[in-house]
């Protein structure tokens, strides 16, 4: 079929609403059975040129939760997935469903402490790697330290295409994983062994799906609980967003980690939901990324402000060919109005941003899609459909402040989480007067707009992740040598935010960038290492004695506007 054969038709809401127009809730696997059974030949997952049908997919998926339901993996019981983008991230995210269990969501690129923490504070019964030594050694390392008692070795080799898998064998054996004495393992291969019979564990909508780790200002990450209405809520309100759907399949490039909420919503599981073919890359590397494209063009794209910036920063001959595209969102951190610019002057193809947060499964608003107007330049779009946004005053949490005046932005919907895992501490401070509390000044426009100005919380926004400045200061201080230690964000054309790491060292001790640089490399995973040092004798404090990072952020924000002033 044609682009130009190509129809649009108006969104037949009644999957996704009930009788008074509330989004109805769903379990995640409704959408799932629902795009096997409609269309069991279509492709579901490209992976490196390898192809999984849905109904391949749905098979696979009932073997695996009937595997998993074997080895004892039981309602509500808790289950890693430490892996990059693959075939086995989606089979093992709905096959954990499937069998009545929650996803705990683990970053690979996490450092060791940080996985054994995740995987202890969850209770994880199992964790799925790739056997990739790098990947697998983080999990190994946490054996005996939490509830785990299965590690789900999960081959990369079979499920690349023949060449690749038998280069894969024959070149890449000192990678493998090394089995530890004493671990036990599990291979993937026994768990899709199994027939497709898995029990049906009576689950609702409103049990938890997934625990997705988040953090606040001390840097301790906290599992937001988000349920299966909460995720298949967000999904659905992107189909709302959208409004049509076409007679033709969509493809979604997915290159955004999927244990990222961001891509776990709009990659997975509104794909999923739309029936769409899943283009999953392991990394973000551009010359694959550019193969990809040209391969297999993508009709949806979901990115953080990095790729779009990447992207728009080809030379000429580079740029890809992106007119297939017709949803293009920007979230995970703000998007710079010139990086916007640059990627649609560039590739002709539109980019609407967006804004959440993981308690939010994420999306709570964004500027329209398909080339509607307006998209307003650095705002982050109206509420999402079902959605409410509430500027409160952030000193009293009184509502609702006027157009135009700043506060803090709050929001109520069905996508919001059901709370922190055990913190209920957290959880009743993250919540005022029923609304969630997003830790970010903003305010909204007379047409309902909203543009954030500031964030209340001590994040550092890198390429979409958030990175915790108190994490970075804590492992600086493991050093003898430094006496005070303070992380701050600093400007950073491509990630958006980079860590810049100020430090004073004790009276008469001497230390370099590069010894402080490689004392960081073991504490720190790549994403937290400082891109920039500044050694000092003393840093800035306020009257108490505290130390004071406003005024690092005063200093750095004046030499920025400094040399933005210099360069026009």
Request: with cysteine; proline share 7%.
């Amino acid at each position: 079929m044609t682009e130009a054969a190509i129809t649009s038709h108006p969104l037949d809401p009644s999957r996704i609403l009930d009788a008074d127009g509330n989004i109805r809730p769903r379990l995640l696997t409704e959408p799932f059975d629902r795009a096997v059974s409609l269309h069991p030949d279509l492709v579901a997952i490209d992976f490196m040129g390898r192809e999984w049908t849905y109904g391949e997919l749905g098979e696979l998926v009932d073997r695996v939760a009937t595997g998993l339901q074997a080895q004892g993996l039981g309602k509500d019981d808790r289950f890693g997935l430490c892996l990059p983008n693959t075939p086995y991230s989606v089979i093992l995210y709905y096959a954990v469903l499937r069998a009545g269990g929650i996803v705990v969501n683990l970053n690979p690129l996490y450092s060791p402490s940080e996985v054994e923490f995740l995987i202890v504070d969850s209770g994880a019964k199992m964790v799925a790697v790739p056997d990739l030594e790098q990947l697998h050694a983080k999990v190994a390392a946490a054996w005996g330290k939490g509830a785990m008692e299965r590690v789900v070795l999960c081959p990369m080799a079979d499920v690349l295409p023949f060449w690749k898998s038998v280069g894969m064998r024959a070149l890449k054996r000192s990678e493998m994983a090394n089995r530890r004495p004493g671990v036990a393992y599990l291979d993937y291969g026994a768990l899709a062994a199994h027939d497709s019979s898995p029990r049906d564990m009576g689950q609702v909508p409103s049990d938890v799906a997934v625990l997705q780790y988040t953090g606040g200002t001390t840097g301790r990450p906290k599992g937001a609980m988000l349920t299966h209405a909460n995720l298949a809520a967000n999904s659905a309100q992107m189909l709302l967003h959208i409004g049509e759907e076409r007679d033709r399949q969509e493809r979604t490039l997915g290159v955004l980690p999927l244990f990222h909420v961001f891509a776990l919503t709009c990659v997975l599981n509104f794909g999923i939901e739309v029936c769409a073919e899943l283009v999953l890359l392991p990394r973000f590397e551009m010359d694959e990324v550019l193969k990809t494209i040209a391969r297999k063009p993508p009709t949806q794209m979901f990115g953080v402000p990095t790729i779009y910036n990447a992207l728009g920063s080809l030379p000429d001959d580079k740029v890809p060919d992106l007119s297939t595209v017709r949803t293009s969102i920007s979230g995970g951190a703000p998007l710079p109005l010139d990086v916007r610019r640059q990627y649609e002057t560039r590739t002709g193809s539109p980019v609407s941003e967006g804004y959440g947060l993981t308690e939010a499964s994420p999306i709570i608003t964004s500027n329209p899609l398909l080339g509607r107007t307006p998209v307003k330049d650095n705002s982050a779009g109206p509420a999402f459909p079902h959605t409410f946004i509430e500027i409160r005053d952030p000193e009293s949490g009184a509502c609702c402040l006027e157009p135009g005046e700043r506060g803090e932005v709050c929001a109520r919907g069905p996508q919001v989480m059901k709370g922190y895992w055990n913190r209920p501490d957290a959880t009743e401070k993250v919540f005022v007067d029923g609304a969630l509390r997003t830790g970010d000044i903003g305010y909204l426009d007379e047409d309902g707009y909203l543009f954030l100005v500031d964030r209340m919380k001590d994040i550092i926004l890198c390429s979409g992740y958030n990175v915790y400045p108190r994490m970075i200061e804590d492992a600086a201080y493991e050093n003898p040598k430094v006496k005070e230690a303070v992380a701050i964000g600093i400007p950073d054309d491509y990630r958006g935010e980079a860590p810049k790491l100020f430090v004073a060292l004790h009276e008469g001790e001497s230390l370099t960038e590069e010894e402080l640089r490689a004392f960081l490399k073991g504490r720190l995973n790549p994403i937290e290492m400082p891109d920039a040092y500044e050694f000092r004798d003393e840093l800035p404090k306020t009257l108490v004695g505290k130390l004071e990072k406003k005024a690092l952020v005063a200093e750095e924000r004046a030499k920025a506007e400094a040399a933005g002033r210099a360069g026009t």
